[in-house]
């Protein structure tokens, strides 16, 4: 109540500021809007925003609330109360506890007449809205960046704010003799990520719902996601804008920042616990190049130590042999190059590329299920390495069954190999764990 109180003489001309008859602290929002509404000349629109910043009995009872008003507008209640949040008002039942799911007909979760999705920006509404920024300050973004801001935010509204803020005012300081060029994109996006903001803080929190967790999961590993409600709850995790359908590559993450900042989060304390087992300099070559078959080995035998301890405490389970190899590998990339991850629900796999001083280096991450095809996995390497442009790659075979059926003294293999598929020959290395 104090807020929209506070909100109306920010915004509003006095005649229609509410006019308080009683002692604010007797008031219910439903009291005080109907109180406030009969007062008003003209009929009330309310924007709540944030609503799903609410929890279990405060949120039922500002919902109970709005309900219980609607037989009272527009005389004696707004004519509309729109609810703004990341999701739709149905879908907030999964703050409530457990044993008030089930409410019947008179849930407070049963007041939706519309809803409304804020889809993200086009290209061209990017240009426009980067078009602003050059009309009111005179910093011009070229075609080229255009280009990457739609690919690097997917359009998604927040980001694509963040990204100019953090570009115009942090990186660049109003400078507008300065250029925005790759590399000064590419430095906000790290910023975003590292800072990350509330955004994608309250993103990031959604990752542990149980309707989030198996269809990222699925994303991760590259696997296919069986059981029945994964129409249902990819609808949902498409609503919170974390993932999208792209034709040619199946469900995967929304964007480029997500994709980067989904695997960090998830696997922060890994790396974390990583700092005095593995040290950056050791697999740095003289001239300051990336020795990745050294890299390499080195994780065969960190798993083979530590991934049945680790990966038994980790939540996101099926995914954890991936996001393990992920972290290990961020901590050495970290500062002097950059990781690049294609991932997508019913791949298969996970596929990482690495560039470091000028060298790129391709890995295929899969695990070995009994339906394992090694000749299918050569060929999916190979048809990646030749939209790379790349000699050689790695295909890093996890094996699924516990130890205590395949001993590591099996499990831990390096193989050097040659493959074809339709004329064109690549080098693998086949990195067994």
């Not at 390495?385 to 499990?411: C, S």
Request: hydrophobic share 40%; aromatic share 10%; with cysteine.
């Amino acid at each position: 109540v104090k807020a929209i109180i506070t909100s109306a003489e920010l915004f509003l001309e006095e005649q229609y500021r509410p006019k308080l008859l009683q002692e604010l602290s007797y008031y219910s929002i439903k009291d005080f809007l109907a109180e406030w509404c009969i007062q008003l000349p003209k009929p009330l629109i309310l924007l709540v925003d944030e609503i799903d910043s609410l929890y279990d009995d405060v949120l039922i009872s500002v919902l109970r609330q709005f309900r219980d008003g609607f037989q009272l507008r527009p005389q004696s209640f707004p004519s509309s109360v729109v609810l703004v949040g990341l999701r739709d008002v149905r879908d907030y039942k999964d703050k409530v506890r457990d044993g008030m799911n089930s409410m019947g007909s008179g849930s407070p979760f049963n007041i939706k007449a519309e809803s409304f999705r804020l889809n993200n920006f086009t290209r061209e509404q990017i240009q426009l809205l980067l078009q602003q920024y050059t009309d009111e300050g005179g910093q011009a973004f070229s075609e080229e960046i255009i280009d990457l801001f739609d690919s690097y935010t997917g359009g998604q509204p927040w980001l694509v704010n963040a990204m100019a803020r953090e570009i115009l005012y942090k990186i660049l300081s109003k400078d507008i003799s300065k250029p925005v060029t790759t590399e000064v994109l590419l430095q906000a996006k790290e910023n975003l990520i590292l800072r990350r903001d509330t955004h994608l803080d309250s993103l990031m929190d959604k990752l542990q719902n149980e309707r989030v967790k198996p269809i990222i999961e699925a994303i991760i590993s590259g696997e296919t996601v069986m059981y029945d409600a994964y129409n249902d709850d990819k609808l949902y995790v498409e609503d919170l804008g974390l993932i999208k359908y792209v034709e040619d590559k199946g469900i995967c993450i929304s964007n480029l920042i997500y994709n980067e900042i989904i695997p960090r989060v998830l696997n922060t304390n890994m790396q974390d616990m990583m700092l005095p087992i593995v040290e950056r300099q050791w697999y740095i070559k003289p001239d300051g190049k990336l020795d990745m078959p050294a890299l390499l080995v080195e994780f065969q035998d960190f798993y083979r130590e530590n991934s049945e301890s680790w990966l038994d405490k980790f939540s996101f389970h099926e995914s954890g042999k991936q996001l393990l190899l992920m972290a290990f590998l961020q901590r050495i990339v970290n500062g002097g190059g950059k990781t690049t991850r294609e991932m997508a629900v019913g791949r298969g796999r996970t596929d990482l590329v690495i560039e470091y001083e000028g060298d790129t280096f391709v890995l295929e991450l899969k695990i070995r299920h009994k339906n394992y095809n090694s000749t299918k996995a050569y060929t999916q390497l190979i048809r990646y390495l030749d939209i790379k442009n790349q000699p050689h790659g790695y295909l890093i075979l996890f094996e699924n069954k516990p130890a205590t059926e395949i001993p590591w003294e099996q499990r831990i293999k390096w193989t050097e190999l040659e493959h074809e598929w339709r004329g064109i020959i690549k080098q693998i290395t086949l990195v067994e764990m």
